[in-house]
């Protein structure tokens, strides 16, 4: 129950932090859907939950693995509920890999880290830690203007 709280209120600050959307994205999208994370890379990326407003992905990546190369549409939030490892990369589509910033492996959390992201080209996420990397992605696929602020609050 807590995880789902936390999930909702990382979607909440990940609006007021200012994700645009634009109905123009899928439009305009250079790659094929077979390179959407669902077709490209299933095994590391879950569909929990869909609507025509918004995809929640769980993401794994194991030790030693690396993800296949894939792409994300929507603009999105990742809520990372456990630290990243101390050594894992990022591949881009140029190729160009990046070391992520090293956390403390094993540390503990008080609360999940939320960062926010445009639409990503091809990509994959090599994790070098000793244990799994494991985060959500909330993809934003639509929102009509103040949709938001026209719902019941609880």
């Known amino acids: 129950m807590k995880k789902t ?3 909702m209120g990382m979607i ?6 200012g994700v645009k959307l634009s109905a123009q994205v899928k439009a305009a999208w250079p790659w094929p859907d077979s390179m959407d994370a669902l ?20 993401v794994t990546v194991n030790p030693g ?8 549409r929507y603009p999105s939030a990742l809520v990372m509920d456990a630290p990243v490892p101390a050594r894992s990369e990022f591949t881009a589509e140029n190729n160009k890999t990046v070391t992520l910033p090293p956390r403390n492996e094993g ?3 008080s609360t999940p880290q939320c960062v926010l992201f445009e639409p990503t080209a091809p990509h994959s996420l090599t994790n070098l830690g000793t244990y799994p990397i494991h985060f959500y992605r ?3 696929k639509r929102m009509e203007g103040n949709a938001l602020m026209k719902k019941t609050r609880y």
């Open 5 to 7: 709280a936390a999930l």
């Open 12 to 17: 909440l600050i990940a609006f007021i932090a």
């Open 39 to 58: 077709a490209a890379a299933p095994e590391f990326h879950k569909a929990v939950f869909e609507n025509d407003h918004i995809r929640l992905l769980e």
């Open 65 to 72: 693995v690396s993800e296949n190369v894939h792409t994300h």
């Open 107 to 109: 540390a503990a959390w």
């Open 138 to 140: 909330i993809e934003f």
